[in-house]
């Protein structure tokens, strides 16, 4: 469990880097959030898309709620958005991905365009 390595922010979840995202892809067990609408991109191994301004509306398709959620979007805008309703909702381990896919890509890591 990573909660104890990475302090939350004031919103109740934990602000991630491009590189941190990296490192738990490799080694954890977590589900992996596009929120970014409409689709621009995604990160590998990105386990589900949904509407970062709907997210309340498929929590039956997240984890549960402390499991470990991973949200990114483009930049990082509506990825904060979505995470501070999850938390508003009970969810206890979200992660957001500052910078979002654009922070992925320039560390230089591969961006997938599914269109």
């Not at 738990?24 to 970062?52: A, C, K, R, S």
């Not at 499991?67 to 938390?87: D, I, K, N, P």
Request: glycine share 10%; hydrophobic share 35%; net charge negative.
């Amino acid at each position: 469990d990573s909660t104890g390595e990475l302090p939350k922010n004031p919103d109740g979840y934990v602000d991630i880097s491009a590189e941190q995202l990296a490192a738990m892809l490799g080694n954890q067990d977590l589900t992996l959030v596009n929120v970014h609408i409409p689709y621009e991109g995604e990160i590998p191994q990105t386990d589900l898309f949904l509407p970062f301004d709907q997210i309340a509306d498929y929590q039956d398709q997240l984890p549960g709620t402390d499991e470990t959620s991973v949200l990114y979007c483009r930049s990082g805008g509506m990825s904060t958005s979505a995470a501070q309703e999850l938390v508003a909702l009970g969810y206890t381990n979200v992660y957001e991905v500052d910078g979002g896919f654009r922070a992925w890509s320039a560390a230089g890591h591969e961006l997938l365009d599914t269109r």
